[in-house]
């Protein structure tokens, strides 16, 4: 769907919701919803800070990926207003692999995916060097 058949008054995220409304299971559907719409209060009131998710352990241990991945797409659609949006499964290597939202020019292109790869290498090597100083330090290592 491109820019130009999105109804003048809709936004891009309401659109991406009624179009998985009708293509994905009621019961999925409800799933979804609980888990995106503090998230959507939350950007849409710009409230910074973590957000939880309308769901008890239960619930979110049972959740498909595929619901986990629409999930991930609407708020993209919220945060970016964009409908191009695309997860994207990156293999890092020791960090295994790692799921990612982006725009369709950058999943498309592969110099962009290696660049994604190599920040996400670095990122995990400084995660890992940071948690063995923190484990030494005797401090938490949970961040």
């Known amino acids: 769907m491109n820019e130009s058949e999105i109804p003048p008054d809709g936004q ?3 659109v991406y919701l009624d179009l998985l409304r009708i293509r994905m299971d009621p019961d999925d559907y409800e799933v979804l919803l609980r ?8 950007i849409e009131e710009q ?3 973590a957000v939880d998710l309308n769901l008890d352990d239960a619930q979110r241990e049972e959740v498909s990926q595929e619901i986990r991945d629409e999930a991930a797409l609407v708020i993209a659609t919220a945060v ?4 191009d949006n695309e997860l994207i499964e990156i293999d890092t290597g020791d960090a295994g692999p790692v799921r990612i939202v ?13 660049e994604l790869t190599e920040y996400i290498r670095e990122r995990h090597r400084q995660d890992e060097e940071l ?6 330090s005797d401090l938490p290592t949970d961040f």
């Open 47 to 49: 409230r910074p800070g």
């Open 131 to 136: 948690r063995g100083i923190a484990e030494a």
């Open 102 to 114: 982006t725009d369709s020019d950058t999943a498309s292109d592969p110099v962009r995916r290696t």
């Open 80 to 83: 970016t207003g964009r409908l």
């Open 12 to 14: 891009p995220v309401d």
């Open 35 to 42: 888990m995106v719409e503090p998230v959507l209060q939350a």
